[in-house]
């Protein structure tokens, strides 16, 4: 785990009150209580005045952020020139966050006041379900969201994806494969390299969507090779296409980075297929990369990742976590706030931010939306699949 301190000017304002005795880390509040006096819950207002919102940070001094990606201090050193408070940030992984989250807030531990991360069956069912995190997003933010978010349980700050990277400078016209099925057959064994799923992150929601749309896969195998599939010893096409990956010398790395790294270095003769984050698209220019996504390939081009943001219950800075959320936003220019994840891969839940550079619309790309109920209920199943075959 990474942390850093945004420290506030010369001193920092303590604040005491009633609600929060001088260093305690527990209420004496009712959690009703406490949604009342940080305006959350059945207690959010349907419009705000952010001139009151931003005194009240102001006086609360500091705002704490846990998040899955360290360009969570980049946006922190923004808001803190902007508003002069301070952010303690902190980037971990996905599993680690979570533990350390849910075990500080069992234990009457507020030392985290927003929450940003991936991974959002387990964010809703874990911690929203159980009234451990709450939903906010900025009310002027709200009718700016597009389709894809705006029903969502928890503020989705940003989306992400999972395609399949390749080398432009070997393959000018792509390579040659246009289903997911073409990275079973016998000429890319051992060419096809992906962070390992069981490390954490979307990639594990990813490859267990393959499960979740098993006949679609199933219709394609025929479509692809002439003939109906055969099952291995296993329950059905998705499970079989992953085996097959699996089994065709698929090779794991401790991230995406490396992934794109291998995927796009220079002058290779026979370069390796990757599984990636579009977003990992930002690294070509500093690493002279000659890397793209292969958008045209069946049944789908990406997976479509959220990132979650919430609050969590007795946050003692709830004036300061809404502020640096509405920050997390952005504005129509891509914001400040926004700006770190404002490139290739990324895109934002509002319909007013244009797309960087010349990147898809989310409306152009086919893909499958992560569905974090199917997951939650699933995803143990896949992984213990993937464990005893791997």
């Not at 690294?283 to 990369?289: A, N």
């Not at 934002?348 to 960087?356: A, F, I, L």
Request: net charge negative; aromatic share 12%; with cysteine.
């Amino acid at each position: 785990m990474k942390k850093v301190l945004i420290i506030v000017g010369m001193a920092l304002v303590l604040v005491t009150s009633v609600v929060f005795a001088e260093g305690s880390k527990e209420s004496s509040m009712t959690v009703e209580q406490w949604e009342e006096w940080a305006q959350l819950g059945s207690f959010t207002p349907d419009e705000e005045d952010w001139d009151a919102i931003i005194e009240a940070a102001k006086e609360e001094g500091e705002v704490t952020i846990y998040a899955n990606t360290s360009r969570v201090f980049d946006f922190a050193r923004t808001f803190y020139n902007k508003y002069d408070i301070k952010v303690i940030a902190n980037d971990m992984s996905q599993g680690s966050l979570f533990e350390k989250l849910s075990r500080e807030i069992d234990a009457g531990i507020t030392n985290c006041d927003v929450v940003l991360v991936s991974d959002t069956p387990t964010h809703y069912h874990d911690f929203l379900e159980v009234g451990k995190v709450y939903r906010y997003v900025p009310a002027e933010i709200l009718p700016l969201l597009n389709d894809y978010a705006r029903d969502e349980p928890l503020g989705i700050q940003r989306f992400g994806g999972k395609a399949i990277a390749y080398n432009t400078q070997t393959y000018p016209d792509g390579p040659p494969v246009d289903t997911w099925w073409d990275l079973t057959r016998p000429e890319w064994n051992g060419k096809i390299i992906t962070k390992d799923p069981m490390l954490g992150g979307s990639e594990i929601n990813f490859f267990a969507s393959f499960i979740k749309y098993a006949d679609v896969m199933e219709s394609l195998y025929e479509e692809e090779f002439g003939e109906p599939i055969v099952l291995n010893g296993t329950e059905n096409a998705g499970y079989e296409f992953l085996k097959r990956l699996m089994d065709n010398g698929l090779i794991l790395m401790s991230s995406g980075t490396p992934v794109t790294m291998a995927v796009g270095a220079p002058n290779q003769d026979n370069p390796p297929l990757g599984i990636i984050g579009p977003s990992k698209l930002r690294l070509r220019e500093d690493s002279e990369l000659y890397v793209d996504i292969l958008w045209d390939v069946q049944p789908v081009a990406s997976y479509l990742s959220k990132q979650a943001v919430s609050i969590p219950v007795y946050s003692e800075h709830p004036n300061a976590a809404k502020l640096l959320i509405r920050w997390l936003y952005g504005d129509s220019d891509g914001g400040l706030g926004y700006k770190p994840f404002f490139d290739l891969g990324t895109w934002s839940p509002r319909s007013d931010v244009p797309q960087p550079f010349d990147q898809k619309e989310l409306d152009e790309i086919n893909f499958w939306v992560e569905d974090s109920d199917w997951l939650y209920t699933n995803v143990v199943r896949f992984r213990d699949f993937w464990i005893q075959n791997m």
